[in-house]
């Protein structure tokens, strides 16, 4: 029977802030996002992959890994944001069996709009406070935990 590995004093308070800052970073983005844009960071983080993709367009399930999302979520977006006229859907150009989501005109603009005060935000509460090599160690520990989640 193999024994229970357990958290070393070190590690139990560093995970302990670091899932504090898991988990409340999304709602002060959030509720940034809420206040200045009627925006949810997910719907945000959408429009702002569209906004740097090639014609403004990505298929679905590209967009739904870039933004760390599943498909079903994204879609229940998109139809949010179709109905504010920010993105569309089409067809797959190439095979015409799956959807890509277009940012239109006014979804463009929307993120142009909101980028400034959601940059401020992001370098408020986490940047301004960390040294270039903080920030280096930052960029590389969440490398490697990425690396080690399967999604």
């Known amino acids: 029977m193999e024994e229970t590995r357990w958290l070393t004093p070190e590690q139990q308070r560093a995970w302990r802030r670091f899932a504090a800052v898991?988990?409340?970073l999304?709602?002060?983005l959030d509720t940034q996002l809420q206040q200045?844009?009627?925006l949810t960071h997910f719907g945000y983080?959408?429009?702002a992959m569209l906004s740097e993709a090639p014609g403004r367009a990505l298929r679905m399930t590209e967009l739904a890994m870039l933004s760390n999302g599943s498909l079903s979520r994204l879609s229940h977006l998109v139809g949010r944001l179709e109905e504010r006229g920010w993105v569309r859907r089409e067809r797959t150009p190439e095979d015409g069996r799956g959807y890509v989501a277009v940012?239109?005109?006014d979804g463009y603009r929307k993120v142009v709009e909101t980028a400034p005060g959601h940059a401020d935000k992001v370098l408020s509460l986490v940047f301004d406070a960390l040294t270039p090599e903080q920030v280096a160690q930052l960029d590389e520990i969440s490398a490697i935990i990425l690396s080690?989640?399967?999604?």
């Open 45 to 47: 983080w959408v429009m």
């Open 26 to 28: 999304p709602s002060a």
């Open 103 to 105: 940012l239109t005109d």
């Open 148 to 151: 080690r989640i399967e999604l």
């Open 22 to 24: 898991v988990t409340q």
């Open 36 to 38: 200045d844009a009627h």
